[in-house]
């Protein structure tokens, strides 16, 4: 008899929450994972070394190793990767998005659980099963695996500058964008859709633009993003590939980064994209618009002096990022209604020099 259904992998635990960082012992603890390597983040050891350090102690975890770490280099990260000491049961990377990167890549690489604790809500990575590393002097996605645990403490991702959580509020909004990208793909016949995942990210996406909030920086609405923004990773795990959490929108981000001397946040360019293109799919841009004005996205972004020829040279070179895909950029009539709404809408016109 043929077995029924998909096998998926997920988290073994997601702990988001006050406090989660003093309880991260008990969690590996009661995973049987008592060796384990630590890469921080730049200056992260002195901010949150110490509590982490004691909640391993308490419950007799040992740390064989611990190190800051600033590098995507994938040649870095392989000499890493087969450094490790070879005890190791787990790799724990406690940071933003590139030692979060690097640590989720050395773990695949050694086929090791790879445990997350992000300490900004910054973009989804920290749930992804991908990286992205620099190669050849480009930063290139490749495939990791997704986190054996995911550990989030919403007290943490406050002490982080506003941006982070502007920036995850731009990558969390994008999926309703890229659902539709995927959805337009089907129909072109270049892709086909898996429903469950849709599914789930739709779930992600509504449950976060729906929640109430005074501000930001509530628990309720931090818990909601990056609630959202890990349930967007396992979507991608169900469709086997990012469809389901990035489409047009994402394009253009990657394609700002291979030219803008100093790019802005992943998720923040990613926002500005989204925005973008809910008007050129005509398709819940009124959502996208409030969400983005009522956070304070918008205000944040108009601070930055970000340029419209620069994400119109975006939007000519989207297709090229990847060609393989058929969102609605990869057809030249979406792209000039594309640039043209660069002009003509009004919140761009604010939004952009």
């Given amino acids: 008899m043929s077995e029924i259904g998909k096998s998926i992998a997920i988290p073994a635990f997601l702990k988001i929450g006050v406090g989660t960082l003093d309880r991260v012992g008990a969690y590996l603890r009661d995973e049987n994972l008592v060796n384990v390597v630590i890469y921080f983040g730049n200056g992260l050891v002195d901010m949150f070394g110490m509590r982490v350090m004691q909640s391993l102690k308490k419950e007799d975890i040992h740390v064989l190793e611990y190190c800051e770490i600033d590098t995507v280099a994938m040649k870095d990260l392989v000499e890493m990767a087969f450094s490790l000491p070879n005890k ?133 609405f931090l818990n909601e993003l990056l609630n959202s923004l890990a349930m967007s990773g396992i979507a991608n795990e169900i469709a086997g590939n990012s469809c389901p959490t990035s489409g047009s929108e994402h394009l253009i981000s990657h394609a700002l980064d291979q030219f803008l001397e100093v790019p802005q946040l992943h998720g923040i360019q990613v926002g500005i994209a989204t925005y973008l293109m809910s008007l050129v799919h005509d398709h819940r841009f009124v959502r996208v618009r409030t969400i983005f004005a009522d956070t ?41 209604r ?14 952009l020099v």
């Fill in 88 to 220: 190791t049961e787990a790799v724990i990377a406690i940071g933003g998005g590139k030692v979060i990167d690097a640590g989720k890549y050395a773990a695949f690489l050694r086929k090791l659980p790879f445990i997350s604790i992000p300490t900004s809500s910054s973009s989804d990575g920290f749930s992804s099963a991908s990286a992205s590393l620099l190669i050849d002097g480009r930063r290139v996605s490749v495939p990791a695996r997704l986190a054996y645990g995911i550990v989030v403490d919403t007290e943490v991702i406050k002490t982080a500058p506003d941006k982070f959580i502007y920036s995850g509020i731009g990558d969390m909004v994008s999926k309703i964008t890229a659902i539709y990208d995927w959805q337009f793909e089907e129909a072109a016949g270049y892709s086909q859709l898996n429903d469950f995942a849709v599914m789930i990210a739709k779930k992600a996406v509504n449950s976060f633009v729906r929640t109430p909030f005074h501000d930001i920086h509530e628990n309720l």
């Fill in 296 to 336: 304070g996205f918008f205000d944040y972004v108009k601070t930055l002096g970000m340029k419209k020829k620069d994400f119109a040279k975006a939007v000519d070179l989207a297709p090229s990022v990847k060609p393989h895909r058929h969102t609605f950029l990869h057809e030249e009539i979406y792209r000039e």
């Fill in 338 to 351: 594309a640039k043209q709404l660069l002009t003509e809408d009004v919140i761009l016109r604010e939004l």
